[in-house]
């Protein structure tokens, strides 16, 4: 329910810095006193963070116009009159300065979003209880009480101030209350020309028009009674009749005259105020909607992340680039999107597609579950291993001297960590923006790419202990590495024969998997709870065993799992380039109980952009934080087959 407003007070001091010719100015840029309908901002409602983020950046703007800086807030304070600001106006300010001087340019503006408000209809009073400041402005408006800008005047119509009003409305004591719905939060903005303009001062003098007519419809009606009873009257008089008639005529000419001198004051008076509505209509961030999730569905998802990344790549605005601006061009002149400017969801839809993509070149880690965390690095307390029940007997429950031992188990603390991955990619100084654009989606495909391929390789392949890379402080032990530890790993069946050796002609057979299973104790009992992960020279191999059920004899339910090849004994497989490669010692198959494990994901994908002016290239950084963790950590939930190459 946050409106973005304008409302003026006045400056009552300026004075001139001798030192660098800047000029301070002094004054409430808003006060506690009612407009002239009614509105109120409280004092306290300055004081609930309002002010945090405008203090950030505390710019003074000339008229609302964010391309105008003209100087900054040095001070303020909020007292009992309101909120009190010091103002340094810079000399660059040019004619700006100039104009405060003479006294022609005398008031504030301040931009606020409402908050929390309650409205009383019986009033018609805004009680401003809450608020965020957006921005500051000097602007033309005089100083006065009749001439600050009410709530009311931040809408067009009549109809979308009384949809805004009815949100505050407090509910009635006698009935439960009731939460009003709206299709679309999103006020649409619109650029009023001069046809439009003219149609707007018709429409008010036709609205005018018609109420002067049912006025003098209601008058002549009742002349009309009265005329009636003159009637009478004439009957008895009949020498009287000449003079009702003529007093009828000149009470008809002066309310003609009267109608006409009304029409002719209210054309005046649009007339003088066709400047302030003209400019009323360009503002185009005069109310400004907090949500706008309904609005976004209407522009392509690709055709916003290109323009998020082609900006990102330029160093421009949106709005700057081509592409950016035919986006913009498109959404306005759709007449079922009510989106006519970037937003922040802009920036969110480039990491989700980022993210999506990197999802769709994922094998290994969509078999994980993932746990959203708050910060880097947080300890859980689990027991997710329990053991037994126990049978509790019909004497000694209850009882309030049980002799049965207490049933305990320990916790255990597992510490989840989020590592930050990053990837980069990188263009010369004079690609053009026309160039780049073809070249959009092959950058989001490489950065993708090689997150995902890192993720894999990690997953499967990273060893804290000795990988001197910064990923053997971060990111914990991959599949192969775990099962050397939490397993035994499994080179052959029990006899010579069945051996694998690495570049000979032997071959892995279902007979392998049954080994390493069994080494995985009561976690590889239920073929539902294990998954097997091949290299590509295992699959080859098992392709040619009798008891592997390759894909198109799995079913249609197997498809539903990335990269799955087929099955053996229950158990799904799928092949994963990043196994390691054909060597003595190397695991060639993996069977993991992905329940053990967890994926802890701190946030999603961050796109961030700078220039390298040493190496004269622009860099792009695609960034995540997500990480690697068992929860039984010396559960057997993981075990491998490996090469053998003396056949020992």
Known sequence: MNELIHLRASFVEKSVNEDDQSLTIKGYASTVNKDR???????????????????????ILAFHDHKRPIGKMIDYTVDEVGLKITAKISKAAGDITDLIKDGVLQAFSVGVRVKE??????????????????????????????????????FETETEFAEFKQKFVKPETSGAPTEEKSENNHKEEFIMDSNELEQLISKALSSELSKQKS?????KSAEAAEAARRAEIVTIAKSGAEALVEDLKKSMKQSEEAFAGKMAELQNDIIAKSEEIARITRDRSKVEFGDRNVAEVALDKKAISEAVLLSKITRKEIGETRLGKQLLEKAAANASSSFKA????????????????????LVVAPMFREIAMQSAKQVISVNPDMGYA????????????????EVTKTLLEVTLTAPKLAAKAFLTDETEEDAIIPILPLINEGLARAHARKIEWALLNNNSASDTGESSKTFADGLVIRAGTLSTA?????????????????KFTSA????????MLKYGVNPNDIMGILSLDAWYDLLEDTEFASLNEVGSQATKLTGVVGRVYGINFLVSPEMPAEADGAAGIVLVNPRNFLVPRLRGVTLQSDYDVERQRRVLVATQRLGFSSIISAAKAVATVTYDADGA
């Open 215 to 219: 006025e003098e419809e209601a008058r």
């Open 490 to 506: 499994v080179a052959a069946d029990g006899t010579a024969s069945a051996k694998v050796i690495a570049g000979g002609t032997s």
């Open 512 to 519: 392998h998997i049954v080994a390493a299973r069994r080494k």
């Open 37 to 59: 309908v009614g509105d109120v901002i409280l004092k306290d409602a300055w004081s609930k963070g309002g002010l945090n983020n405008y203090l950030k950046n505390p710019v």
């Open 342 to 361: 970037p937003s922040d969801l802009w920036e969110q839809t480039l990491s989700n597609t980022l993210e999506e993509e990197i999802q769709l070149q």
């Open 390 to 405: 126990d049978w509790v007997g019909s004497a000694s429950y209850g009882a309030t001297a049980s002799t049965d031992p």
């Open 117 to 154: 408000a309650d409205y009383d209809n019986g009033t018609d009073t805004f009680l401003i209880k809450d608020v965020e400041l957006h921005e500051v402005s000097v602007v033309s408006i005089p100083a006065n009480q009749d001439s600050l800008f009410s709530i009311a005047k931040c």
